[in-house]
């Protein structure tokens, strides 16, 4: 059991988050699975941008409630010119970029409602949102609502919830939208709507914020390409021109005499990141179209004038009959920096006639224009991407669809995001149930390794208490008495023939060694009521080894309690006896005082004589005192010496009790 413990405490920090689900879980695997055939269908859906794509921003109104009153009512009203069936209403989330970087859904508010107005002002809802600013995925995906069946409409209202404080100005909360479609059979009705707020004011951006941008056509998401193939085209490019007034033609040919309602434009995409989006699309341009070739010069234009339109599809209303060759003439170009040439370019031309493009796949000419220039990722700028039906990153699709595809993505990512959370919670889940698993197996592993060898380890130690008690025995008992007999002898010696050194020697060695014996048995004995206190046998050593001298020894009440731990006593005793045997061997000393001393988790102990102290050219050495201060460091203290004017000397060690 311990094995498979020990296995399992190896194997689990090396182990993959997942491996332990994976192995007991059926959920986990289905959960995977799912969360890969999901990737597997949004590879293909558009993703919304995350660098700006020029343009205006939209629609934007400042209000001092932060939900809607009577008096603040939190609505846009957009309105067009007959009553129509509605199919979906598509709100575009703004965005806006600040020194915090990219906010995908600038002015959103938490719930919307949107209502159609009949054209008798009757209301009916279409639908609406909650929970907006905590949905964890949606960060700038539009939001689409089906309007029921048989619902007319000459007007729509927008209805906001709860509104976020204005980042910028912490008093007012904004009501932002980029764009509002509202689409009856696939036209976009709202475009070029009227718009009015209800309620707020407007922000002082009218350059990027107004009401007529929520229904312009322009949205911050792009041009609705997906990705199908690799094509090698990347759009058209005229010759670098002098002046902005320099004019740039393009003439297409339908082929047979059409009737077309409009012309839409595709911006190019820019060549390097350092140029703004739209690139090389011209400021003004016109419109010819004629049934002959050599009717287009005096053919009435159409003219247009507008702001760069950033990456977003341009719709000009071109009403004509009877129409086979078309005339697209840039009359003032792109020329956004002195240093840089003027240029005109376009990704795609379509004419078109209700949803049908006319110009699909058709032959295009210019005389200003670039053949065959290598462009972006290696393809071309040339002619034929004008009517190829790709942008520079894919083919183009009707907007609507696109936008729908967005919103398929925004449902996939957002069921992958509720696996993903699934699938983590499983690996939590098993995570927990392995890791208490080896918890349980490491603890049973453990008690019976206690368990198992603890009478053999508690034999041992009473094995070798036995042992250490017989030798401690043996030493009082046979060495110590015959220690005893030897100073007995010596001083019987002494009294019958007289003092001498030899005798004196011997009787000194004796007392000494019956000393050492009795601190090693006392040693040997570490336990029991038999045994005496640590500072106790301090003073029976002193008692014994200063016995000819002059000898003090006091404690303070606590040292009288302590007990060190055997390793301490050890070292403590050797320090003591070494100090001592200094004192009888060099001193000279008539009088020794001994203090013992015990506060706050520290034991201290001075020895000081009357002896002769240590020469002033020794003192210095570190070989002066060289077993006493290893002996210090042993019992990780702190040592010292002073000696004294004339004569005496002071020794000092200072440690930690550990018991």
């Not at 094995?3 to 988050?17: C, I, K, R, T």
């Not at 609705?224 to 005229?238: A, I, R, T, Y």
């Not at 008992?477 to 005798?503: C, K, T």
């Not at 006091?554 to 403590?572: I, V, Y």
Request: hydrophobic residues 40%.
């Amino acid at each position: 059991m311990k094995g498979w413990g020990m296995v399992l405490l190896l194997a689990l920090p090396l182990a993959d988050e997942g491996d332990w689900a994976r192995v007991f879980s059926r959920r986990l695997p289905e959960v995977e699975a799912e969360v890969r055939a999901l990737e597997g269908e949004a590879e293909g859906l558009p993703r919304v941008p995350i660098d700006d794509q020029g343009g205006r921003g939209g629609f934007a109104s400042q209000h001092s409630a932060e939900w809607p009153t009577d008096a603040d009512r939190h609505e846009v009203e957009i309105r067009w010119e007959a009553p129509v069936k509605i199919d979906e209403v598509i709100l575009v989330p703004a965005r806006r970029y600040d020194a915090r970087g990219l906010e995908p859904q600038f002015g959103m508010p938490d719930a919307v409602e949107v209502w159609a107005l009949g054209a008798d002002g009757a209301e009916r809802r279409v639908g609406g949102f909650e929970g907006l600013w905590g949905d964890p995925v949606r960060a700038g995906h539009p939001l689409i609502l089906e309007a029921p069946s048989e619902t007319t409409a000459v007007a729509l209202v927008i209805r906001a919830g709860r509104l976020f404080p204005d980042p910028d100005e912490g008093l007012n909360y904004v009501h932002a939208w980029a764009e509002c479609l509202v689409m009856s059979e696939g036209r976009n009705v709202a475009r070029n709507g009227s718009v009015k707020a209800l309620s707020g004011q407007a922000p002082l951006t009218p350059w990027q914020w107004s009401a007529g941008y929520l229904v312009d056509g322009q949205t911050p998401l792009g041009l609705p390409e997906v990705k199908e193939g690799d094509h090698g085209n990347v759009g058209w490019l005229s010759k670098p021109m002098k002046s902005p007034d320099d004019p740039v033609t393009v003439d297409l040919d339908l082929g047979k005499l059409c009737r077309m309602d409009r012309i839409r434009l595709y911006p190019a995409k820019r060549p390097t990141p350092d140029l703004p989006s739209g690139f090389g699309f011209p400021e003004q341009f016109e419109v010819r179209t004629a049934a002959h070739r050599s009717e287009l010069a005096g053919a009435e234009p159409v003219r247009f004038a507008l702001p760069n339109p950033g990456h977003n599809p341009f719709d000009g209303e071109v009403v004509a009959e009877g129409v086979r060759y078309v005339r697209l003439t840039a009359t003032r170009l792109w020329k956004p920096f002195d240093s840089y040439p003027a240029f005109c370019a376009f990704s795609e031309i379509e004419v078109l006639d209700g949803t049908t493009n006319l110009a699909a796949g058709l032959g295009v000419r210019s005389a200003e224009g670039m053949e065959n220039m290598v462009g972006p990722g290696g393809r071309y700028w040339s002619s034929q991407s004008l009517t190829d039906g790709f942008g520079p990153e894919g083919r183009l699709v009707p907007m609507v669809d696109w936008l729908k595809r967005l919103d398929r993505r925004r449902e996939l990512e957002t069921r992958q995001y509720e696996l993903r959370a699934e699938g983590r919670a499983i690996v939590q889940r098993w995570n927990r149930i392995a890791v208490w698993a080896v918890v349980l197996a490491s603890l049973v592993g453990t008690a019976l390794l206690i368990a198992l060898p603890i009478r053999f380890r508690m034999r041992e130690k009473r094995k070798l208490l036995e042992v250490r008690e017989r030798i401690a025995g043996d030493l009082h008992d046979e060495v110590g008495s015959n220690l005893g007999s030897i100073q007995m002898f010596a001083d019987l010696a002494e009294g019958r023939l007289g003092a001498s050194d030899e005798l004196k020697r011997i009787q000194r060695i004796a007392a000494e060694t019956v000393s050492a014996v009795r601190d090693i048995v006392w040693l040997l004995r570490p336990g029991g009521g038999h045994r005496i206190g640590t500072v106790e046998h301090l003073r029976e050593t002193a008692s014994i080894m200063l016995e000819r001298l002059d000898w003090h020894f006091s404690a303070d009440d606590p040292s009288w309690e302590l007990e060190l731990n055997d390793e301490q006593n050890r070292h403590l005793f050797l320090f003591f006896r070494e100090a001592l045997h200094n004192i009888l061997r060099h001193a000279a000393a008539s009088a020794v005082w001994i203090s013992v001393k015990a506060e706050e988790g520290r034991v201290s102990l001075e020895i000081r004589d009357d002896g002769v102290g240590i020469p002033v050219e020794k003192r210095e050495r570190p070989s002066t005192l060289r077993a006493l201060r290893q002996r210090a460091e042993s019992l990780r203290g702190e040592f010292i010496f002073v000696c004294g004017e004339t004569r005496g000397l002071t020794l000092r060690v200072s440690f930690p009790a550990e018991i």
